[in-house]
């Protein structure tokens, strides 16, 4: 997504949000692949009576991490599906006023979530958790993968909102 010509210039936070933003959108395609690619090889050992016996639990995990880790990227390029019943009709300051109350709300929504995700990683790492499979996985390690989408998350919308009150008339 370029700005247009004649739009005010993304201050540096921004642009090292939209930085990690991407690079996590690319994990997060990554990821996708990755699931993509072992059920196809599950799918093709089954022809011959054999299995990886980790496969959903590895696409579980995967699948988590593409989700959170592709939040910021969908967030920055308006992939966020929303209900725009009032908002679309709203004009003037009330739509500026309802913007606002959105990202706000988002970003303390986020950052609480992130709050409670990092209280989640570290009672998990402290007590040594595992996931009940074959791969004993320490549950502290999927999980920080969503405290990490979750932080780039709530970095992208606090740039937002920085950047917006840095170009206030």
């Given at each position: 997504?370029?700005?247009?010509?004649?739009?005010?210039?993304?201050?540096?936070?921004d642009?090292?949000?939209g930085?990690?933003a991407?690079?996590?959108?690319?994990l997060?395609?990554?990821?996708?692949?990755a699931?993509?690619?072992?059920?196809c090889?599950?799918?093709?050992?089954?022809?011959f009576?054999?299995?990886l016996l980790?496969t959903?639990e590895?696409?579980?995990?995967?699948n988590?991490?593409a989700?959170?880790?592709?939040?910021?990227?969908t967030?920055?390029?308006?992939?966020?599906i929303r209900?725009e019943l009032?908002?679309?009709?709203a004009?003037g300051?009330?739509k500026?006023?309802?913007r606002?109350?959105i990202?706000?709300?988002?970003?303390?929504?986020?950052a609480?979530?992130?709050?409670?995700c990092?209280?989640?990683v570290?009672?998990?790492?402290?007590?040594d958790t595992?996931?009940?499979?074959?791969?004993?996985?320490?549950?502290?390690?999927?999980?920080?993968?969503?405290?990490?989408g979750?932080?780039?998350?709530?970095?992208?919308?606090?740039?937002?909102?920085?950047?917006?009150?840095?170009?206030?008339?």
């Amino acid at each position: 997504m370029q700005p247009s010509p004649d739009a005010p210039s993304r201050g540096a936070l921004d642009r090292w949000a939209g930085r990690l933003a991407r690079a996590c959108g690319v994990l997060a395609a990554t990821a996708v692949v990755a699931i993509l690619a072992i059920v196809c090889i599950e799918t093709v050992l089954r022809q011959f009576d054999a299995s990886l016996l980790v496969t959903d639990e590895i696409a579980g995990y995967l699948n988590a991490a593409a989700i959170f880790l592709g939040l910021a990227w969908t967030l920055r390029e308006g992939g966020f599906i929303r209900v725009e019943l009032l908002y679309d009709r709203a004009v003037g300051n009330l739509k500026q006023a309802l913007r606002w109350l959105i990202v706000l709300t988002a970003a303390i929504f986020s950052a609480l979530t992130l709050w409670v995700c990092i209280r989640q990683v570290i009672y998990a790492f402290d007590r040594d958790t595992r996931a009940v499979s074959i791969i004993d996985t320490p549950e502290w390690i999927p999980q920080s993968v969503m405290v990490l989408g979750l932080a780039v998350l709530l970095l992208q919308l606090v740039a937002w909102i920085v950047d917006r009150v840095r170009h206030i008339p």
